[in-house]
C-alpha cells in the first residue's frame, strides 16, 4: 500500500469509532465568546481561567514587547534570552514562592524536557495513570524505568516506590496537581510524605492550579502551595502560561540548582528558539495583573460554586471537582459528540474529550469556567445542556 492508502485506513477506521478529531477554525476568540462559522457562540471550553486573555492591559504589554523584535532571532544560551525573559523569570519565582524559575517556549517541553534531564537509564519514573500526555511522554523518552499507578491511588504508589527502591537507581514521582480532564486534585500531601519516606524527588504540574489556587501566603501557585507544600515536599513546579496567564509558554520553578541544571540539561530548552520577547511581556503584565486584581481569581471561585449548586440542582452528572474544570462524564463517544454539536447549535462551545485523550469508556464534555463568565451565562449553558441530554436520550434507541 501507498503512505496515502495506508494512511486513509487509519484515519477511516478512526471515523468508525467516532472517534476522529475534527479541528474547528475560530475566526475570533475574544473569550468568553468565539466566532464560529459566522455565529457568535459562549464558550466554556477555553483554559482562559481568569479572562486574562482579552485584558486590554496584557494586549498592550505585548504589543509593546513587538517592538524588541518579533521573535527572539536564536535560542535562549546563544542570543535569544532577554531581560524581559529574566524579569518574567524572577515575577513566576515570586508568586510561586521559590527561589528560581525558568522559561520554557511551551508545558509540553517543559515537562518532558525536565524529566528526561532528571532521571535516565538505570532510574524510575512512576506516574499517576491519568498524567497529562506530556509528562507520558517524558516518562517514555526519558529511558528509565517507567512504573504507573492508579489515579491517586496512594497504596499503588507506595508499591510502586518499593519496586523502584528494588531496581536501584533516583526516583522521580511525577503527578498532576489539577487532573486536566478531570478537574480533580492529586493528594499532594500524602505523595510527599510517601516521597520523603522512600527518599524519591516529587515533580508536579501545575498547569491548571498556577494562578487558580494557592495558600494565604502565596494566594496563586498552585495545588502544592493550596495543600499547605511548599519547595522542600515538591522540589519541581512546572507550570504554563497559556491557562490562567492568559498566553503561551510555561515555566520550571524551584531551586537554584535546578534552574541552574535544566540550562544545562534540558534539551527541549537549549535546543530551541527562545520564546517570542512579546510573548514574555504579555506574560509578564499578565502575572501582574493577577497579584493586583485578586478579585478575579475570587469570582472564578464564585463561579465554580454557583456552577455546582445549579448543576446539582438540575441533577447533572458532576464528578468531584473544586476546579474551573468541571467535566460531565457520558461514557459513550456518539453521546459525547451529539451533545456538543447540540449546545453548539444553541450557541455554547464545550470540550468534547473522547479516548484516547482520556481512557475508554470514559469519554466527557470539558466545561471550563472563567472569571469573566457571569453567573446568567453560567445558568443559560446549564438550561441549555440539561434539554439536551434531555433530547438525547430521549431520542437513543
Ligand atoms: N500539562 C498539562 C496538565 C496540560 O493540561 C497541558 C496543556 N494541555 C500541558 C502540560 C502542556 O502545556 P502547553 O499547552 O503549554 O504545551
Redesign the pocket.
Known sequence: MTLNQTLRQRLDERRRRNLYRELKTLAAAPGPRALVDGRELLTFSS?DYLGLATHPGVIAAQQTGAKLGAGATASHLVNGHLQVHRDLEGKIAEISGREAALV????????VGTICALVGRGDNVISDRL?????IDGARLCGANSLRFAHNDLDGLQRQLQRAAANGGNTLVVV?G????DGDCAPLAGIAELCRRHDAWLMV?E??GFGVMGSPQLPLAGSIASAGLGQDDAPVM?G????AAGN???FVAGSRELIDYLVQFARPYIYTTGMPPAVAAGALAALEVMQREPERSARLQRNIGFFRKRAAQLRLPLVESASPIQPLLLGDEAAVMAIAAELQQRGFLVGAIRPPTVPEGTARLRITLSANHSEAQIDQLLTALAASLCDYSAEAP
Open positions: 483554559n520554557f517556549s511551551s508545558g509540553y517541553m517543559a515537562n498524567n497529562h500526555a506530556s509528562l498532576d489539577v487532573y486536566s480532564m504540574d498547569a491548571h512546572m504554563t502560561l497559556g491557562k503561551a509558554g510555561a
